[in-house]
């Protein structure tokens, strides 16, 4: 319904702001070139190499800030995480998977279910 779209969007907002200061840095280490024309420009931020570093080192950091956000509120399997974001299961868990690598999140056995670490 309508408020789940309002707190999905909410949810996204914030992931998002969280994310300004890394972005930032993304923007000013990995993405700031300097082309004489404007053909050159275009051509470097069409390509499939700026493409798969945006994906990279935002748009899964982005997703993985979601996922934060909801296990802060409470506890959440891997099928709760997929249905409330709209990503694959496969997706989650590969999120979940790094998440857990860097000490973010944690299995919780006794709930089956993930929990902030």
């Known amino acids: 319904g309508k408020g789940r779209d309002v707190n999905g969007l909410k949810l996204k ?4 702001k969280n ?3 890394y972005i930032k840095l993304v923007e ?11 053909d050159e ?9 700026v493409d798969r570093l945006f994906h ?6 982005l997703a993985i800030s979601q996922i ?6 409470r506890p959440l399997s891997t ?3 997929s249905e409330i974001l709209g990503l694959s299961p ?16 944690r299995f919780d056995e006794s709930q089956k279910c993930f929990v902030p670490a």
């Open 13 to 16: 907002l914030e992931a998002a």
């Open 19 to 21: 994310l300004v200061p």
């Open 28 to 38: 000013r280490e990995r993405l700031r070139v300097h082309f004489d024309t404007e």
């Open 41 to 49: 420009y275009n051509e470097f931020f069409t390509s499939d190499e």
């Open 56 to 61: 990279e080192l935002i748009v899964d950091k």
């Open 68 to 73: 934060l956000l909801l296990l802060r509120e």
């Open 79 to 81: 099928g709760e995480i």
């Open 90 to 105: 496969s997706e989650v868990s590969r999120y979940l998977n790094t998440s857990a690598r860097e000490g973010l999140v």
